[in-house]
């Protein structure tokens, strides 16, 4: 099965250059088909200075990185409008590992992540999580997994994760009929976060009505493999 890494990327005000190439160098024995790197636009508040700084660091990503297709967006218009038109624009693998610029991993094994994607026919998302108790107000899970398997959850993290590209696509489609959510749109877990901090989510909804809410997602949290965040300063 044919696998495209994605590394989203954006405007970091220190150690920009540390961070994605210690997520390269973390990532470089995995075999991907297609590497890219998806650089958004600077925000409109940084000085000119700051604005070739970031310029001048994509320059050398571009010389130093000759394995990565590097996408440069000129406009400043964050993670999902960002990853939204690149599967538009691009014909992609049929699955995607995609990582956001501050964030490495720890034991990966993408063919057994591959494997076991494959083996529950309803995940659409299979997120890596972090080594640490689960933040109630983000996730609650459904079903627990062993060591090895599958943890079933409400709510997920949008910062490395594998999908299938077209369920990518059918999830953004179904978004655009939410007139809020995602803080402003401008991410994708958070529309489901969203929905979980809603009276009517915590009161009215049984569980049997989230779980249909849930399978538009098709979450899960895969158990043994993690991932750090090296919390960049934007």
């Known amino acids: 099965m044919e696998v495209d890494l994605i590394l989203c990327g954006a405007i970091i005000i220190k150690d920009q250059e540390y961070f994605i190439n210690k997520i390269i160098d973390n990532l470089s024995t995995i075999k991907f088909k297609n590497r890219y790197i998806l650089f958004d636009g600077p925000p409109v508040n940084r000085s000119k200075e700051r604005i ?22 000129e406009e400043n218009i964050y993670y999902k409008p960002l990853l939204d038109k690149f599967l538009l624009n691009n014909n992609l ?79 953004f489609k179904g978004l655009l009929s939410v007139k809020r959510g995602g803080y402003g749109g401008r991410f994708i877990d958070v529309y489901y976060q969203n929905i ?11 569980d049997e009505q989230k779980l249909e809410y849930w399978k538009f997602w098709g979450c899960y949290c895969v158990e043994g493999m993690y991932h750090r965040h090296l919390v960049a300063k934007r």
Request: with cysteine; aromatic share 8%.
């Open 52 to 73: 070739n700084d970031y310029q001048e660091f994509k320059n050398r990503m571009i010389t130093n990185h000759p394995d990565f297709t590097i996408i440069e967006n």
């Open 196 to 206: 979980m901090k809603r009276i009517t989510w915590k009161r009215d909804l049984t």
């Open 93 to 171: 693998s049929e699955n995607l590992f995609i990582i956001q610029d501050d964030v490495i991993t720890q034991s990966l094994d993408l063919e057994k992540l591959l494997t076991i994607k494959e083996s529950k026919k309803d995940c659409k998302i299979l997120y890596i999580g972090e080594k640490r108790k689960r933040a109630s107000h983000w996730f609650t899970v459904i079903s627990a997994g062993t060591e090895e398997d599958l943890t079933q959850t409400h709510g997920w993290s949008e910062r490395v994760y594998l999908v299938k590209t077209e369920d990518l696509k059918e999830i």
